[in-house]
């Protein structure tokens, strides 16, 4: 950039925004960053008191600020995303539809480690509405190196993913069995089908049906292999988690030939919570925490679930950190500190 007096700088780019105060009345933008100077703004910027300003010229190694963010940005976002016009050095990313934010963390520190280039995001895994904003990339100075942008741009090419997407939730049948011979045998009503109704559904869920077994792992490892055979891709089993004697779910999750990835989860409310895989289908054992907390260790495993992913053991125990929920009395989930790992 350079200095010039206000009455040579016509036809010039002005490299800065140039503030209007009216004691007690306003303050606004005058000339705003990137303006061309006309003639008709001579006069403007002196009733302003500017007698010099700053001007933008194009040197081969620098990048001014706005036209950085913007490559940025775009080097960042991947499918699912879009971006804003650059304003004052930086561009907002929206998710173009709803689903599940994924962040490279290595990448974004990566880039963040950089002289003069930011990237801001939401936490990683968490799930995101249309027209959401999930991330920002903002220029410190008013001109970056070029060389330093291009590495940032490197960075973002990294494969195997890029570095920000919003993967859309895929619908799936979803197969519920209750189990406890207190509903089996109508001494209690089923508390659960209502609550994972109102949860699955937003993600696109189409509950196949329901069953309602005796505390038997026989029929609850034959409920899921028939519901399987029918096409369910989900599989919620509720009660029993416990180690009561007579709670015997994990043992009929077991027997059904699940891959148990996990029981006993860091997170609370949700210990007792059990994920397994048969083929592709996910199994999930849901203790009681379920049907009476508002958020659970269920909430953090849905989004990812339906977004297609398969959740490894050493996720889960990474959830960890974060795992504690402070049931607030007024619940801001999931923007708050509830299962945000930093690690997945």
């Not at 929206?94 to 490279?104: C, F």
């Not at 963040?112 to 936490?123: K, M, S």
């Not at 043992?251 to 994920?275: D, K, T």
Request: glycine share 10%.
């Amino acid at each position: 950039m350079r200095k010039v007096p206000v009455n040579e700088a016509v036809g010039l780019v002005l490299c800065h925004d140039i503030t209007r105060i009216i004691p007690g009345e306003e303050k606004c933008r005058a000339f705003r960053k990137g303006q061309l100077i006309t003639p008709a703004d001579v006069p403007r910027l002196q009733d302003l008191g500017k007698e010099h300003i700053y001007v933008w010229e194009s040197v081969r190694d620098i990048v001014h600020e706005d036209e950085a963010a913007l490559r940025l940005a775009r080097h960042i976002a991947g499918p699912g995303l879009s971006w804003s016009e650059p304003n004052q050095g930086r561009v907002s990313l929206q998710a173009q539809h709803d689903g599940l934010l994924k962040v490279r963390t290595d990448q974004l520190s990566q880039i963040n480690n950089l002289d003069d280039v930011i990237v801001a995001t939401l936490h990683n895994n968490r799930v995101v509405r249309k027209g959401q904003t999930v991330a920002g990339t903002r220029i410190i100075p008013l001109t970056v190196e070029r060389s330093i942008l291009e590495e940032a741009e490197n960075i973002c090419c990294q494969p195997p993913v890029p570095l920000l997407t919003v993967k859309p939730f895929q619908p799936l049948w979803v197969g519920i069995i209750t189990t406890g011979s207190e509903v089996y045998q109508g001494r209690i009503q089923d508390g659960f089908s209502r609550v994972l109704r109102r949860k699955t559904v937003p993600f696109g869920a189409r509950v196949l049906g329901q069953v309602i077994v005796p505390d038997d792992p026989y029929h609850t490892s034959l409920e899921i292999r028939q519901m399987i055979a029918e096409g369910c891709e989900l599989i919620l089993v509720t009660g029993g988690m416990s180690v009561d004697p007579d709670d015997v779910t994990p043992v009929g999750i077991r027997n059904s030939g699940a891959e148990v990835v996990f029981y006993g989860a860091p997170v609370l409310p949700g210990s007792m919570f059990m994920l397994g895989y048969l083929g592709h289908v996910a199994i999930c054992g849901l203790p009681g925490c379920v049907m009476y907390n508002r958020t659970t260790i269920l909430d953090l495993v849905l989004p990812r679930i339906f977004a297609g992913e398969r959740i490894s053991r050493a996720e889960i125990v990474a959830l960890g950190h974060g795992g504690l929920c402070q049931e607030c009395k007024v619940c801001r989930f999931p923007a708050c500190a509830f299962g945000k790992s930093t690690v997945i």
